[in-house]
């Protein structure tokens, strides 16, 4: 009769008693009766995924016991001898179960790149989608390291902010407007994300020459709530818009709303200068490259102020302006074309090393890379490519630390861990990569300078062979015109500080771009009777 009674009560109870034969076997023996439930009660999702896992070995329960507990690294270090070779292992929820167990263990970026890179999420047990979201907001800043394609299904799971962070790391200057509309749509109002792919907005519609438009986001941005991008670098962009509209004057004024401590001021005042050169102000713009080509800002300014110098030195007939520019050319600019060219043949150079070393830190200025700015690609500093390879690397880096850490721990388990030699090795590998890119995206800087500065020595060769020839006419006229010069005046700055150069003198800095020229207007001659 006990036995039929027994046996009649193990069939009422049915799949409820199997569920949870285990935790009142163990509370039985280790007399907490009481607080086995309060566990349960802690672990609900934990046994929400035991009931839908089954586990069939002793393997498997002692995972889930370690698990019940929270002992994560325990329960990755059991989990192949849990589960390899099964067919959990391989679903959709043993994927996204064992990625939420490297991450708990410090392996962020690969845990949630694994679980992004899942083909079917919706597959996946609810249960462990609880698990990811308590324990993974929008605002972990491995969402800005993952570099996977998103799929939309993780938005409804952990957000927009999440999706943006993703798929922000991928420029849309050249995408189609449609597209990157529809992105800005989803981002909240005011957003740091809103104001990015708005600024791209700008960029793609300059690319595409809506310069109506694209000035119009750009009025809206500049007045924008937490707006990440520089506000020296919207003020430049404004001007380049107008500059390419034609509109001189009002260009000019954004260009000079760029103070000296900016790191956007040399190129903006070169800017200013062609903009002069439009205006047919050669005068003004031979003002502004005196400062430009002061032999100190070697490594700050670009070799095409020095075209620009020369060619405003040749509108003014001041030839031997233009010769001394020329001979300046190789003092300054000789040893950056040949670290150029080595970069192009091989970018692991110390200052690329120093460089990248600087960006891991934070942003990187001109200045703070002194002498050095000289044997890298101008804009390297501020690349964005660039600067996403450093942080990643150095994420990653940290990860393979982690790994190594863990695969140490790991031989003093029980099972045989040769998985987490090569989960250690695969997250080094994987920071090599990422620093290679990083070196190799440097590479590529340096060809495309070393292409530009190709093309600027042609232009000033076209202005070399130009002036020979005016001296050429000019001497001839000469010979048999019977005429004499007359100076107009004409001053290339305005205010206070302007200032004369009939020499060379040692200048101050706060002195700098506020020269003023009194040249021949245009090289112009009036006929004097005799």
């Not at 030699?421 to 060809?447: D, H, I, P």
Request: charged share 25%; hydrophobic share 40%.
């Amino acid at each position: 009769m006990l036995i039929k009674s027994l046996t009649a009560a193990s069939l009422v109870l049915g799949v409820h008693s199997a569920a949870f034969a285990e935790d009142d076997l163990m509370s039985i023996l280790e007399g907490k009766t009481g607080s086995a439930a309060a566990q349960y009660v802690e672990s609900e999702e934990v046994a929400k995924l035991k009931k839908a896992v089954n586990p069939s070995s002793a393997e498997q329960n002692i995972f889930f016991q370690f698990l019940v507990d929270k002992n994560y690294e325990k329960a990755l270090f059991q989990w192949s001898a849990a589960f390899s070779g099964s067919t959990f292992q391989g679903t959709e929820t043993g994927k996204a179960l064992e990625a939420f167990l490297n991450y708990k263990n410090g392996l962020k970026l690969t845990g949630v790149e694994s679980l992004l890179a899942i083909s079917e999420p919706q597959k996946i047990d609810a249960s462990v989608i609880s698990l990811w979201k308590e324990n993974l907001n929008d605002k972990d800043p491995v969402w800005g390291m993952a570099q996977v394609t998103w799929n939309p299904y993780w938005t409804q799971v952990f957000g927009v902010g999440a999706e943006m962070a993703v798929v922000l790391q991928k420029s849309y200057v050249t995408e189609d407007i449609a597209a990157l509309t529809e992105l800005i749509k989803k981002t909240p109002v005011d957003s740091a994300e809103r104001n990015i792919l708005q600024w791209q907005l700008v960029l793609n519609l300059g690319i595409r020459g809506d310069s109506a438009k694209a000035a119009q986001v750009l009025a809206h941005l500049m007045k924008a709530k937490n707006n990440p991008i520089d506000k020296d670098l919207m003020t430049i962009t404004a001007g380049r818009l107008l500059y390419q509209n034609g509109f001189l004057d009002a260009a000019l004024k954004y260009y000079e709303n760029i103070y000296k401590k900016s790191d956007y001021w040399f190129q903006a005042q070169e800017e200013m200068a062609w903009a002069y050169m439009r205006k047919g102000e050669p005068q003004n713009a031979m003002a502004i490259t005196k400062t430009l080509t002061y032999p100190h800002f070697k490594g700050w300014v670009g070799i095409e102020s020095y075209l620009l110098s020369s060619f405003s030195s040749l509108k003014v007939c001041d030839y031997p302006g233009v010769l001394t520019t020329m001979k300046s050319i190789k003092s300054q600019f000789g040893d950056h074309l040949v670290a150029l060219e080595k970069l192009a043949a091989d970018p692991h150079q110390p200052a690329v090393a120093n460089l990248m070393k600087s960006l891991s830190e934070g942003p990187v200025s001109t200045a703070k890379l002194g002498k050095e700015a000289h044997l890298l690609p101008a804009y390297a500093s501020k690349d964005e490519v660039l600067s996403l390879l450093v942080k990643r690397h150095e994420y990653l880096t940290k990860e393979a630390g982690l790994a190594e850490q863990l695969y140490a721990r790991s031989l003093t388990f029980g099972n045989l861990q040769g998985h987490f030699e090569t989960l250690k090795n695969q997250v080094q590998t994987r920071a090599q990569l990422t620093q290679g890119a990083g070196y190799q995206r440097v590479q590529e800087l340096a060809k495309a300078e070393l292409e530009d500065s190709k093309q600027v020595m042609q232009r000033l060769r076209i202005v070399e062979v130009e002036m020979i020839q005016q001296v050429d006419s000019a001497s001839k006229f000469l010979k048999h015109a019977n005429v004499s010069e007359s100076k107009k005046g004409s001053t290339g700055a305005n205010g206070k500080f302007a200032m004369s150069f009939a020499n060379d003198k040692e200048i101050w800095f706060d002195e700098l771009s506020n020269f003023k020229v009194d040249v021949k207007k245009g090289c112009s001659k009036e006929s004097v009777k005799e």
